[in-house]
Structure formats: structure tokens, C-alpha cells
């Protein structure tokens, strides 16, 4: 499938760009996703941390992705 | 109550979201543009949100206050957008029928909210620029 990822703050700086598309076989999950975003993108590595949201909410590494979910990248977030 | 501005916040009228004749107290927390960090001066923030997601979680830590405390009323308001020095970010209002709470509330709301809320500001210099807390 392919995936319309979302990216803000240091997290869109790094791919370059406020959306990408990556594409996942079917099935796959979050952590899949965060996997080959840090092969192809290295400096993600050096985050102090970071979340996937899908569908508006924190999801975990196990939640299976849809190519019609909103997948978006959460670095450190850094309000207030 | 909850929003994400990208227009200065109205002081007053948060704080008359949460007014109540049940409730003997009011805390307010301002969150400001300070002028450096770490001894480095600051020419402005610019602050970004997942403006939807953003929403949803400070509700979340509102409905979270509300299942600690007393809370009458709750708001959180938080700007994004290009802020300079002493501007305002953030407001948290919460009124409770005594001060303990609302000040407990209060904390409870904006450490929670640089912990959970998908929003982010650059600290820009005249030398450049650093995302906040991006790196360990």
C-alpha cells in the first residue's frame, strides 16, 4: 500500500518536507513504518524520541496500518 | 473548553470561561516568550500544532484533571505561529471551591500538556535555529 505520511516540527525538517509517501506492504504496522523511515532517513535516530499518530491518536508500534489511515509523525513535542 | 489561536490570547476572556458563584478560586497559568535560554538570546518561537490532535489530548488532560479534582470550569488555550519576546503561548484556567486544587490542577495541566500535546516551537537565534527538546 501506499502511505501519505504527515511530519511536523524537526520531523518534517528531516524528510525534507511536510508529507511523503512511503510505501508499506499490507499488513505491516507502526513499527514497521518507523523502521524504514530510520533506515532511509538516519537523523531520526538522533531524536530524543519518536511517536506515530494514527487516526488523531498516540498509536504503538503494534497497530496495524491502513492505507486510509492519517499518519502523521510526533518528534518531541515542545508546547506551553 | 479547549482551542489552538493563531491570534493573541484574550487574558480576560479565559479567565471569565472559568468564573463561577460556586468556586473561591481561580488559577491561572501564562505560559511567556522568555528572552534566552541558556544564556543565548532568543529573537522569537515559532510554534506549530497538529491542530486536531492537539484538541483532542489537551481534552484529554482536562477530562484527566477532572477525575482528580474538584474542578468547576477548565480551559486551555495555546497559540501557535511566530510569538516574540513576552508574548503569550499559553493559558490554563481552572476554577475549584478552594485554591488547593486549582493550583494542583493547574500544574498537573501544563506538565502534562509539554509531555502529550502535538505542538512544537523553534527557538530561533541570530545565528539560527533549534526545534526545542528534538535532541537528548
Not at chain 2, 71 to 96: C, D, F, N, P, Y
Not at chain 2, 113 to 120: D, R, S
Request: aromatic share 6%.
Amino acid at each position: 500500500m501506499e502511505l501519505n505520511i504527515i511530519a511536523f516540527g524537526i520531523a518534517k525538517d528531516i524528510l525534507g518536507s511536510s508529507q511523503v509517501q512511503v510505501s508499506l506492504a499490507d499488513g505491516k504496522t507502526v513499527g514497521d513504518l518507523l523502521e524504514q523511515l530510520k533506515a532511509s532517513y538516519q537523523d531520526f535516530e538522533r531524536l530524543a524520541s519518536l511517536f506515530v499518530a494514527v487516526n488523531e491518536e498516540y498509536a504503538s508500534n503494534e497497530t496495524i496500518l491502513s492505507a486510509t489511515d492519517e499518519v502523521v509523525l510526533i518528534p518531541p513535542v515542545s508546547g506551553g | 473548553m479547549t482551542s489552538i489561536t493563531h491570534k493573541s490570547i484574550d487574558l480576560q476572556s479565559v479567565i471569565e470561561a472559568v468564573q463561577s458563584p460556586k468556586c473561591g478560586a481561580i488559577d491561572v497559568f501564562i505560559g511567556t516568550v522568555r528572552e534566552q535560554t541558556k544564556g543565548k538570546a532568543v529573537l522569537r518561537l515559532d510554534f506549530e500544532a497538529y491542530e486536531p490532535m492537539a484538541i483532542k489530548e489537551m481534552q484529554k488532560i482536562i477530562d484527566r484533571a477532572h477525575a482528580q479534582w474538584p474542578i468547576e470550569k477548565m480551559t486551555i488555550v495555546h497559540r501557535v505561529g511566530s510569538l516574540a519576546i513576552g508574548e503569550v503561548a499559553v493559558v490554563i484556567a481552572v476554577s475549584t471551591p478552594h485554591r488547593a486544587a486549582s493550583f494542583a490542577a493547574c500544574q498537573f495541566a501544563i506538565d502534562t500538556l509539554k509531555e502529550t500535546v502535538p505542538i512544537w516551537k523553534k527557538e530561533i537565534f541570530e545565528d539560527g535555529e533549534v526545534w526545542v527538546a528534538a535532541h537528548p
